[in-house]
Structures are given as structure tokens and as C-alpha cells.
T-cell receptor, first 112, second 112 residues
Framework: GESVGLHLPTLSVQEGDNSIINCAYS??????FIWYKQESGKGPQFIID?????DKRQGQRVTVLLNKTVKHLSLQIAATQPGDSAVYFC???????????FGKGTKLTVNP | NAGVTQTPKFRVLKTGQSMTLLCAQD?????MYWYRQDPGMGLRLIHY???????AKGEVPDGYNVSRLKKQNFLLGLESAAPSQTSVYFC???????????FGSGTRLTVV
């Protein structure tokens, strides 16, 4: 079946650097994408979303980029902080689906 | 608002025992979901509901049953627990998938 996947299972960065987490999707009908952050021992929390009529959306220190041509999604975190250490999941839905499809997640570790 | 509340937070079961996990949401969401998350893996959908009185199977439904008798509650049952069901269980709810999900804080279940 179609699924959402991540290129890198782990990412380690220095505090203050920018982080980029990538995600590939295969469902051409997908038109809504979300990034979630999951800290240890907690449930996933919404970070930012983007709809297919956009190719970029910015939040506070985070930017999501969508490239529909190659079915690629990325999350950029500016000036990464220790509190950003977590597992990040991308998710997608579309075509009238009743649910989100989640990627496997990338573990981000921020070194002081 | 409490958001999504899961009870219990922790439970240890013996093989063959039964139990019910409760998910309650106070956001008047139509959609509710049960996921399991195993170490090093992403979220796998067990069952979901698109409204009061409805349920549907996800990708890993075997060994679980669900009920949605009231809009605000979604119950996950294990009739005869097995060690393979040791996992962290997350409930989520949504007004509509394109609005994203709100997750609970999880139930850590160990079957011995």
C-alpha cells in the first residue's frame, strides 16, 4: 500500500545549528501534511501543517517545505535547542481518507 | 479543557487476562483512533471510529475490539492479552483528519 516514509531514522545536531528532517510520501492523492513532535514518554504534539496548494509555510522557528513534484516534505528547525530533542513524525492524508498515515519517525538529538 | 484523556496510564497484565483502555475527549470530535507504538517503530493504527456508534479496522486489529457508544468515549478492549501486545497505546481524536489529531498521553501496557 501507499505509505509515508522518512529518509533518516536519527539526526544529531549541535545546539544553535539548523536542523532539517525529511519525509517522502508516495500517495499522489495526498493533499494535507502534518509534522508532529513526540518527546520521551509523551504523546505526539502538532507542530505545523501544510496543504497541497502551498509549497512553504513558516511557524515559530519551524518551516515546512512541500515539493509535490518529487513527493517530498521537509521540516526545518532554526537555531535548534536542547528542548527540540524528540522524535519527529510526518503524516499525510488526502483523497477523502478518514485517517492520517504516519511515517516511522526521525529521532533528533541536540548536543549542547 | 482536558483534551484527550487516557486511563489507565500504566498496567501490567498476565497472559490471558482481559482489560479495557478508556479514551475520553471533550472537544466534540467526530473521529477517534487507537494506535500502538513499539520501541523503534512508528504509530500503527489498531481501530478507529468516524462517529458515535461506528468502528472500523486499522492495520493491526487482531486481538483487539473497540466500542464507541458515546461520542466522547472510545474504548479499546483486549479479551485475552498476549505478550505481543506489550506496547504503548495512544488514543487520538479529530474533528476531521485535515484538522490534524490531538493525542492523549498514552497507556503503557506490559503483558507478562
Amino acid at each position: 500500500g501507499e505509505s509515508v516514509g522518512l529518509h533518516l531514522p536519527t539526526l544529531s545536531v549541535q545546539e544553535g545549528d539548523n536542523s532539517i528532517i525529511n519525509c517522502a510520501y508516495s500517495n499522489s492523492a495526498s493533499d494535507y501534511f502534518i509534522w508532529y513532535k513526540q518527546e520521551s514518554g509523551k504523546g505526539p504534539q502538532f507542530i505545523i501543517d501544510i496543504r497541497s496548494n502551498m509549497d512553504k509555510r513558516q511557524g515559530q522557528r519551524v518551516t515546512v517545505l512541500l515539493n509535490k513534484t518529487v513527493k517530498h516534505l521537509s521540516l526545518q528547525i532554526a537555531a535548534t535547542q536542547p528542548g527540540d530533542s524528540a522524535v519527529y513524525f510526518c503524516a499525510e492524508t488526502g483523497g477523502g481518507s478518514e485517517k492520517l498515515v504516519f511515517g516511522k519517525g526521525t529521532k533528533l538529538t541536540v548536543n549542547p | 479543557n482536558a483534551g484527550v484523556t487516557q486511563t489507565p496510564k500504566f498496567r501490567v497484565l498476565k497472559t490471558g487476562q482481559s482489560m479495557t483502555l478508556l479514551c475520553a475527549q471533550d472537544m466534540n470530535h467526530e473521529y477517534m483512533y487507537w494506535y500502538r507504538q513499539d520501541p523503534g517503530m512508528g504509530l500503527r493504527l489498531i481501530h478507529y471510529s468516524v462517529g458515535e456508534g461506528t468502528t472500523a479496522k486499522g492495520e493491526v486489529p487482531d486481538g483487539y475490539n473497540v466500542s464507541r457508544l458515546k461520542k466522547q468515549n472510545f474504548l479499546l478492549g483486549l479479551e485475552s492479552a498476549a505478550p505481543s501486545q506489550t506496547s504503548v497505546y495512544f488514543c487520538a481524536s479529530s474533528y476531521f483528519p485535515r484538522n490534524g489529531y490531538t493525542f492523549g498521553s498514552g497507556t503503557r501496557l506490559t503483558v507478562v
